[in-house]
């Protein structure tokens, strides 16, 4: 594995410890000012398109206050030259209490050390019911 290669990897391992700490800052640090992320769902057919280190970061902030235990349990990252795969589980609980488990992935797009695009792709699972109380 080649130095790029290796700080981009790390890049990766560092943008999912963010994600899962839910640290806005630690995660926009890994991504470019000009960021382009296509999530999951969306009218489109690349999802939604949001663009932008504000636009994005809110995105992913308003995730997390939806979601407050969500997290990514990452199986997989690895960089190939400009491109990168992380492989996933995503798992959360919304505020009417349906779970979402789900695997999933992000590809992404490099910019020197840092991510210039990130599109996400999650299989279409059914929420799950509510846990019931004990």
Not at 76 to 100: K, M, P, Q
């Amino acid at each position: 594995m080649s130095d790029q290669q290796a700080r981009r990897h790390q890049l990766l391992l560092a943008l999912f410890e963010a994600f899962n700490r839910h640290d806005s800052s630690g995660v926009m640090a890994c991504m470019t000012d000009d960021v382009v992320f296509d999530t999951a769902a969306g009218a489109e057919m690349y999802g939604n398109r949001i663009v932008g280190t504000a636009d994005v970061k809110a995105a992913f902030e308003k995730v997390w206050a939806g979601m407050p235990d969500v997290s990514w349990t990452c199986t997989s990252h690895n960089v190939f030259g400009d491109r990168g795969l992380s492989e996933w589980i995503f798992r959360g609980t919304a505020a009417n209490g349906t779970r979402i488990e789900a695997e999933g992935c992000d590809l992404f797009t490099f910019s020197g050390d840092k991510l210039s695009r990130k599109s996400a792709f999650r299989k279409d699972r059914p929420a799950l019911p509510a846990k019931a109380a004990s």
